[in-house]
């Protein structure tokens, strides 16, 4: 798991560390660390490293001191090097250091001619102290870069926090942090660019979120042993899909045949359709009918009407962990009574999408996602994994866990099927379902990336990629 903390806990950690080093030391290895991700880009994109031209955007506070300080250690490789003052007041023993190695400083006003003869730009205007998108000063002098950026720390303008934008900010090549990762890094990965993280030695422990790695979902995916047989590995059951959206059925019950070597029963009026498409599903007409399962996924497709919501108190009041999704949080949000027939114990997993969350919550999701996510949480008891280009994936005791996407190809219909269905197939083999929704949300999208290639891709070729992105996954093992 990759730990991210909050900008107060970070600085909690930097007072800590502060108080057992030397004075300027922190900042030293920071930009030290900084200064080597500048000349990477600057190989990078234009092979070479001496004598290309650097321009930093130096704000008033620490931040434009890395940048500073970097500049300076930038002059020794044979960069030229110009440093945009902005705001009040610059970092003194930076811009001292800066000036000794041989740098340029010009005020705001200079900087346009500079900006537009830049290899690379460097973004040292705020850091974890930011509040608000970018001033006007920094906004237009930003909006004139064409070279790649390099943010210190984080994208300024980009709320640190929540990764929130609401108004001009600095959309990077490279971001590098320092210490640990903040929420800003996994919340705003488009404006981020690639994260590289140095250490200056801050010691931090009980993340505020967290990402999975590859290996911990490698390590955790179920895998039949010889014993197992199709049952004992959990059987999924899928209620989803109607007359009306037949294809929702397919698409849930795929993925849960995709994800595991264990059995799929379906239930529902899609049942034809399924079979023919999926020969080794069991599929009937009602849940009733179904037979036993491990774990439910119910709702995509099920329509919002009272046939619908006897499908959801049903699988609810099985005693089993359900994936609810799409119809089945409308259902939930306008007949909370069906939640009586949930035992508060058996893990539910609500899995709303932006619209889905104002349903359940009465209000939008809004800027701050994982607050959102955890808020839902609480209110349902419920794991709660809020869709989006960021998924967030929230438990009722707080935990949450955040998956960085590798794109946007999964912004296709259907694609939210395709996850329950997976997911489902997660909570029957008995995982925790927090753990569960974070790596079925790792693997989706994984598989998209790879029915993707970097082209339009479907739900369908999505379906059929879950076994690809297993296998990447699992190939770390061996
Ligand atoms: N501590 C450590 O151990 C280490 C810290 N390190 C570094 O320090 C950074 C944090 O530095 P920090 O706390 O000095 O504040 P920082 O983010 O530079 O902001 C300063 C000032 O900017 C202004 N401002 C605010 N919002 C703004 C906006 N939207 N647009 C424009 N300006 C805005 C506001 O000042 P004002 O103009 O209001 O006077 C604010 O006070 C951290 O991110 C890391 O890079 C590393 O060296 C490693 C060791
Ligand atoms: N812009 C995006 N970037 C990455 N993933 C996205 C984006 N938009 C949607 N997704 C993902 O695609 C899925 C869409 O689910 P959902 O909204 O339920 O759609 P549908 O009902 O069509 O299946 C979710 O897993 C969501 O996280
Ligand atoms: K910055």
């Known amino acids: 798991m990759q730990g991210i903390w909050t900008t107060e806990r970070i600085r909690e950690a930097e007072g800590r560390a502060f108080a057992v080093t030397p004075d300027g030391e922190l900042m030293r290895r920071a930009s030290f660390g900084l200064s ?9 994109h234009t092979g070479t490293v001496s004598g290309r031209r650097v321009v930093l955007l130096a704000g008033s506070g620490d931040n434009g001191g890395d940048a500073l300080w970097a500049g300076a ?15 009040s007041r610059a970092h003194e023993a930076g811009l001292a250091a800066l000036k000794r190695a041989g740098g340029r400083v010009v005020s705001a006003e200079d900087g346009p001619q500079w900006i537009a003869r830049a290899d690379v730009v460097v973004d040292g205007i705020v850091g974890i102290s930011a509040s608000g998108s970018l001033r006007p000063e920094a ?3 930003v909006s004139l870069v064409e070279a790649p950026i390099v943010a210190v720390d984080l994208p300024s303008g980009v709320d640190p926090d929540t990764g929130a934008v609401d108004g001009p900010a600095v959309r990077a090549t490279r971001t590098v942090t320092f210490g640990a990762l903040k929420p800003v890094h996994a919340l705003a990965p488009s404006w981020c660019g690639e994260v590289v993280l140095v250490d200056i030695g801050l010691e931090l422990t009980d993340p505020d979120l967290q990402r ?12 039949p042993g010889p014993e197992d047989d199709k049952y004992s590995q959990g059987v999924v059951g899928v209620a989803a899909g109607s007359a009306t959206y037949p294809g929702a059925a397919v698409l849930t019950a795929g993925a849960a045949v995709r994800a595991t070597a264990g059995m799929v029963r379906y239930a529902g009026h899609a049942a034809d359709v399924v079979r023919a498409q999926w020969p080794e599903v069991i599929a009937t007409g009602t849940v009733a009918d179904a037979g036993r399962v491990q774990a439910w996924a119910v709702g995509p497709g099920i329509g919002i009407g009272s046939e619908g919501r006897d499908v959801v108190r049903y699988v609810l009041g099985q005693g089993l962990p359900v994936c609810a999704d799409a119809d089945a949080t409308t259902i939930i949000a306008k007949s909370p009574e069906v939640l009586d027939a949930r035992d508060p114990d058996t893990p539910l997993v609500l899995t709303p999408h932006a619209g889905e969350y104002e349903r359940l919550m009465g209000r939008k999701p809004g800027p701050d996602r994982v607050t959102a996510a955890r808020e839902a949480a609480k209110k349902y008891n419920a794991v709660v994994l809020l869709k989006g280009h960021v998924t967030v994936v929230a438990a009722p005791d707080g935990r949450a866990a955040v998956n960085t996407p590798r794109g946007a190809w999964l912004a296709t219909p259907g694609s939210g099927d395709v996850l329950s269905g997976l997911l489902g ?8 379902p927090w753990l569960a929704a974070a790596m079925a949300a790792h693997v989706h999208s994984l598989a998209g990336a790879i029915a993707a290639q970097n082209a339009p891709t479907s739900s369908s070729a999505l ?11 699992r190939s770390l093992l061996s």
């Open 212 to 223: 999975l790695d590859v290996a911990d979902v490698a390590a955790a995916w179920p895998v």
């Open 73 to 87: 250690f930038l002059r020794r490789r044979g960069v030229a090097v110009t440093a945009v003052l902005l705001g």
């Open 425 to 432: 197939s997660l909570l029957a083999a008995g995982l925790d």
């Open 463 to 473: 379906v059929h990629a879950i076994p690809e992105a297993i296998r990447s996954i």
């Open 36 to 44: 080597v991700q500048i000349a990477d880009v600057l190989a990078e």
């Open 139 to 141: 906004a237009r002098l």
